[in-house]
């Protein structure tokens, strides 16, 4: 079951006196037809009502086991960062060299599946070189860069202070947003991006252990965040690039992230130290870090496919809000594993950033149906679910044709 469909007109015919008599059989989980007579018992085929139902209770377990594995995968790589990577922890050499086999892997696997699964993925459109170097490089290196900076935070800050950072991403996707005609600037989302940006404030006062450098670096992946989503949405959105399945997206945006995030490795990473580190000393110990690499490499692609195949079983906004969760559910796991220090004013900050975040995801999911009102206007086709956007010369033209 869809959550749509025509029901069938269904009639309780009742016969008495000579005469029938149709009424109105409203039934919302199945549909099955009754026919009442008198003296007879009343006889309903609730077939077709038992299939509704057990197809319904299907999606939403089928739903909520890839929840689990998105939480479960999203976690599980949280504290594999942070425990790799933090300076009182595992102190990893190259976090470079680590985001780099990450990304050759979610290369290496999605090329796989889209060529060897083609028919799955049909693809008529031929992306020139202009668009793949003005559209696709671009939101490569964006993705590449959040991640990059989203690591190389954690080496010197708390997941829980990095997670509610990097929780002000909305404002600066607005602002993005903004600035590619993507959204019309409105009191609506200026309040949201306050409540947001006091939410942050909040989590960053009176902080006695506050690392600036850090800071600055999840901050600046906030930024990267809100650049590369705008940009995929671009891509996602617009038929024109023949980019509309995510998995194929995914294959033609992670070899640029695996070849930019290498070159950055050759050049930041301590490479003339890695034979007096106990990660590389030894050719054991390179088969270990290769392996430890390989395992985070594996869970990202699971967790991003996950993601990806809840958009397409859902929708975008399902998977927002859940995102909502997960980012409380990684607080309260980073506290309870780590230890991180969380006061009440850093609660108080939390709590405001996640209403902050939930206007935005109502405010997205307003968008949504009054782009579906349009369409259902114009007679146009609808929009992937995955488009969170209207491109505004798009939708100007949509309301010229009304008029």
Known sequence: MNGTGNMDNESVHLRATGTE????????????????GVGSPVSVNSHGSLEKISRNSFSVLKTLFFILLWYSCSLVLTLYNKTLLGNDLGKFPAPLLMNTVHFAIQAVVSKFITYFWSHKFPNSVVMSWRDYFLRVVPTALGTAMDINLSNASLVSISVTFATMCKSGAPIFLLLFAFAFRL???????????TIISVGILMTVAKDTEFEIWGF???MLAAVMS???????????QKEAYGLKNPLTLMSYVSPVMALATALLSFAMDPWDEFQHNNYFNSPWSIIRSFLLMIFGGALAFLMVLTEYIL??????????????VKEAVTILVAVLYFHDEFTWLKGCGLITIMVGVSLFNWYKYWKLKKGHAVEDLTGGPPRDSVANYVIL???????????
């Open 183 to 193: 959204e019309a600037p409105s009191f609506k989302l200026s309040g949201i991006m």
């Open 21 to 36: 008599k149709h009424v109105t059989f409203d039934i919302e989980n199945g549909t099955g037809r009754s026919t009442i």
């Open 311 to 324: 958009v397409s079983v859902t929708s975008a906004v399902t998977v927002t809000v859940a995102g909502v």
């Open 226 to 236: 809100g650049f590369r989503w705008c940009m995929t949405q671009i891509l996602l």
């Open 216 to 218: 600055i670096l999840v």
């Open 393 to 403: 010369e798009e939708d100007e033209e949509e309301h010229d044709s009304l008029e």
